[in-house]
């Protein structure tokens, strides 16, 4: 079964594992008017369930909206690249290795399951960059926030 949408690209972001950690700074409010929504909207933080990122409007650009699953995995390719893992000094991995990951994106975007790549650096700070599925099955009341051209 394929699923019929879009995918918007989020990250990378890169901080600490602390900030990570602060859960309440990366859910939105309740409220549209509520302080802790304007904060989470302001963020760059991802959020905890990747289906917010969508209400992040500022935060979607048409440079990483796509629609093939090839375009999206090749962002998540260079992005990896752009930012490796950690590398353990003893030679064993610490992570999935990429051509797991790629594979596993490959198989699960065309069916509508976003995927997020979240590991330390070298420099001990965490990364996390996501593909977001639009429209989100976890939350299909969140409209696009730029359909692709």
Not at 86 to 95: I, L, P, S, V
Not at 109 to 132: C, E, I, M, N, Q
Not at 134 to 139: L, T
């Amino acid at each position: 079964m394929n699923w019929q949408g879009h995918w918007h690209g989020y990250g990378p972001w890169i901080g600490s594992r602390d900030a990570y950690g602060n859960e309440g700074m990366r859910r939105p409010g309740r409220l549209a008017s509520d302080e802790q929504t304007r904060s989470f909207l302001a963020s760059d933080m991802p959020p905890m369930m990747n289906g917010h990122w969508l209400l992040r409007r500022s935060q979607t650009a048409a440079d990483r909206t796509w629609t093939n699953p090839e375009t999206a995995v090749a962002w998540l390719e260079k992005t990896y690249a752009e930012n490796p893992p950690f590398e353990r000094d003893d030679g064993r991995r610490a992570y999935t290795g990429r051509e797991t990951k790629t594979e596993y994106a490959m198989d699960v975007l065309p069916r509508g399951v976003d995927v997020s790549w979240v590991y330390y650096l070298k420099s001990a700070s965490l990364a996390s960059f996501s593909v977001v599925c639009c429209p989100n099955h976890f939350h299909p009341e969140i409209p696009c926030p730029l359909p692709p051209r």
